[in-house]
Structures are given as structure tokens and as C-alpha cells.
């Protein structure tokens, strides 16, 4: 059930997330995440339970892996759209840690934002 259209907007979203997390550009993660949104991961054992607005201001008072110049490696491993809900599988490698991402997106007043990310380090 997914459009072109829909895929190339997600897909969009997406790496300006990332682009976001590597260069520590906050207003590229504020204009993909809508506000309201919780993180909540799985970092070798330890809870983690983050508003988005926490996550953006941690974001900006670390260093970012680009100025740090930590190798970095990003892929999307599946997205599926149903309407105006989709929901994106992915996977990051940053600062020692093998993150798997889940983020659950809304097509919000025509435009894609993140609404909530779930995610987990695997060794």
C-alpha cells in the first residue's frame, strides 16, 4: 500500500535523521520529529525513556560523531506505509554502539515527522 510519493517523503525524513544524529543538527531532528514524542531504548540492559525535546537537547550539548570524527554507518533495513501511518526499521553504528532503530511516523498536516522511536544496542 505504499506510493512512491509516500516512499521518497519517509525516506527523506529519514536521512535528515540522520544526517541530524551525525552532524548533531538539531534543526534537522526538530523539523523530522514531531514534539510530542517519547524515545525509549534498550542500551545493553538500561532503560532509557527520553522526550523528544530531552533527546534534541542532549543532541545539542554533545559532541556529535561528526566533530568527533567517529565512524558512522547508517542503513534503512525496511519501511512499511499503511495510509498515513508507516513504520521504518533501521540500523546505526555510532560511538561503540550497534543500534537497531524502530520509528513510528505520521503524515501530519502533509508533512512525514517522527511521532515515537523505540530502539536497541546489539552487540
Known amino acids: 500500500m505504499m506510493n512512491a510519493t509516500s516512499f521518497k517523503a519517509i525516506e527523506s525524513v529519514i536521512l535528515d535523521y540522520f544526517d541530524g544524529i551525525y552532524e548533531g543538527n538539531t534543526e534537522?531532528?526538530?523539523?523530522?520529529?514531531?514534539?510530542?514524542?517519547?524515545?525509549?531504548?534498550?542500551?545493553?540492559?538500561d532503560a532509557y525513556l527520553k522526550h523528544v525535546s530531552e533527546y534534541i537537547e542532549g543532541v545539542k550539548n554533545r559532541q556529535s560523531p561528526k566533530e568527533l570524527d567517529d565512524a558512522y554507518h547508517t542503513e534503512?533495513?525496511?519501511?512499511?506505509?499503511?495510509?498515513?501511518?508507516?513504520?521504518?526499521?533501521?540500523?546505526?553504528?555510532?560511538?561503540?554502539?550497534?543500534?537497531?532503530?524502530?520509528?513510528?511516523?505520521?503524515?501530519?498536516?502533509?508533512d512525514w515527522k517522527i511521532v515515537n522511536k523505540v530502539f536497541a544496542h546489539v552487540e
Open 28 to 45: 534537522k531532528l526538530t523539523r523530522v520529529f514531531q514534539m510530542d514524542g517519547y524515545l525509549y531504548g534498550d542500551i545493553k540492559g
Open 76 to 110: 534503512i533495513l525496511g519501511i512499511e506505509v499503511l495510509g498515513k501511518i508507516a513504520m521504518a526499521k533501521l540500523r546505526l553504528q555510532m560511538f561503540g554502539f550497534n543500534y537497531y532503530d524502530y520509528l513510528s511516523l505520521a503524515k501530519i498536516d502533509g
